[in-house]
């Protein structure tokens, strides 16, 4: 398993969908994973932070899933500015350091 | 509080020709990160520093890549002889504590070699 795989997408939805995105991840002992959110020409920025089971922030939902290693982000109805790729990030197997995932591009349309 | 800085914000030069991207992390924080992004192969770590010591540097490409920083609000990461495949996004990033912390990245710099 690679240290962090995501669907690539692109993830095309309309304005108001639920829509969800899947991570897996190699190393078990992680105990911190993140979201990132890249818009493009632009530098990636934090979104949300996960420790434990999850964690909610408005319309944004993060849930980790330890046994199986994957983490989800759930968006609830989409907005147009929701439109940007989605980093999935965890820690190394030594802990030393972050691994970005590729990203899930996702466009939300009128 | 002023974010990661980044200079140049693009570069377009010539095959072989020497680039430095420089950085200015967050005051305080105490870890610095230089990562290149490509559409084939994403983001990739190349080096960080931890209280401008370099910590680890396996993600360097070659030797014709070398980082240093000399001071706590400055980082440089030079490409001497610059290569066509060294095109690519540079991004400087900073964390406050540990090297798993969030990390807070600087706009980039857009490096095209022709």
């Known amino acids: 398993r690679k240290e962090v795989e995501q669907d690539p997408g692109p993830f095309n939805v309309p304005e108001g969908a639920t829509v969800a995105f899947n991570c897996t991840y190699s190393n078990s002992a992680s105990q911190s994973f993140f979201w990132y959110r890249q818009d493009c020409r632009k530098e990636p920025k934090l979104l949300m932070s996960v420790y434990s089971s999850g964690n909610e922030d408005g319309r944004f939902t993060a849930q980790l899933n330890r046994a199986s290693q994957y983490i989800s982000l759930l968006i609830r109805d989409s907005k147009l500015s929701d439109s940007a790729t989605y980093l999935c990030?965890?820690?190394?197997?030594?802990?030393?350091?972050?691994?970005f995932g590729k990203g899930t591009t996702l466009s939300v349309s009128s | 509080d002023a974010g990661v800085i980044q200079s140049p914000r693009h570069e377009v030069t010539e095959m072989g020709q020497e680039v430095t991207l420089r950085c200015k992390p967050i005051s305080g924080h105490d870890y610095l990160f230089w990562y290149r992004q490509t559409m084939m192969r994403g983001l990739e770590l190349l080096i960080y520093f931890n209280n401008n010591v370099p910590i680890d540097d396996s993600g360097m490409p070659e030797d014709r890549f070398s980082a240093k920083m000399p001071n706590a609000s400055f980082s440089t990461l030079k490409i001497q002889p610059s290569e066509p495949r060294d095109s690519a996004v540079y991004f400087c990033?900073?964390?406050?504590?540990?090297?798993?912390?969030?990390?807070?990245f600087g706009p980039g710099t857009r490096l095209t070699v022709l």
């Open positions: 990033a900073s964390s406050l504590t540990l090297p798993v912390d969030t990390q807070y």
């Open positions: 990030v965890v820690p190394n197997q030594a802990g030393t350091a972050l691994i």
